[in-house]
């Protein structure tokens, strides 16, 4: 996995001060399902990744803080290092719950919006999900077909 330079600092918002990268734009639900299945608004989200990144960004940093040490004693155990390490855990942390937040309003969501869409029970739908081995588009596709089948 090719990891992305960490971005300088921008616009800086209390609310999401753990986000380096702009988040995904969607689109209105008066757009259609199908519009919104293609904006990648039911995909996974980006944040899973950026979670891994961070680490890499904190052993980069732990890596450089360790060559450039000037301190008797092992470097590891500075106060320093282990800010480091507490700053970029928490950035870490605050991602990845981020992330298992948003997975899971997507799949909900898109279970609900195939629901309403196709007049089919959700039970079916979570069903067809569970198994369904394609794209998110596709799903959209294969549930039309079948819609008045199941």
Request: aromatic residues 16%.
């Given at each position: 996995?090719?990891?992305?330079?960490?971005p300088k600092r921008g616009k800086r918002s209390p609310f999401y001060w753990w986000r380096r990268w702009?988040?995904?734009?969607?689109?209105?639900?008066?757009?259609?399902?199908?519009?919104?299945?293609?904006?990648?608004?039911?995909?996974?989200?980006?944040?899973?990744d950026w979670a891994k990144y961070e680490l890499k960004y904190k052993q980069d940093e732990l890596d450089?803080?360790?060559?450039?040490?000037?301190?008797?004693?092992?470097?590891?155990?500075?106060?320093?290092?282990?800010?480091?390490?507490?700053?970029?855990?928490?950035?870490?942390?605050?991602?990845?719950?981020?992330?298992?937040?948003?997975?899971?309003?997507?799949?909900?969501?898109?279970?609900?919006?195939?629901?309403?869409?196709?007049?089919?029970?959700?039970?079916?739908?979570?069903?067809?999900?569970?198994?369904?081995?394609?794209?998110?588009?596709?799903?959209?596709?294969?549930?039309?077909?079948?819609?008045?089948?199941?």
């Amino acid at each position: 996995m090719r990891i992305p330079p960490k971005p300088k600092r921008g616009k800086r918002s209390p609310f999401y001060w753990w986000r380096r990268w702009k988040s995904h734009q969607y689109l209105p639900v008066r757009k259609g399902l199908l519009a919104r299945i293609q904006n990648g608004d039911f995909e996974y989200p980006e944040l899973f990744d950026w979670a891994k990144y961070e680490l890499k960004y904190k052993q980069d940093e732990l890596d450089e803080f360790v060559k450039n040490y000037q301190g008797n004693g092992d470097p590891k155990t500075d106060t320093l290092y282990r800010d480091i390490e507490r700053r970029y855990q928490k950035r870490y942390n605050k991602l990845f719950e981020d992330a298992c937040e948003v997975e899971h309003r997507h799949l909900t969501g898109l279970t609900e919006a195939l629901v309403k869409e196709f007049k089919v029970s959700k039970e079916k739908i979570k069903t067809i999900m569970e198994t369904f081995g394609g794209a998110t588009e596709d799903l959209y596709i294969y549930v039309d077909k079948i819609k008045y089948t199941i």
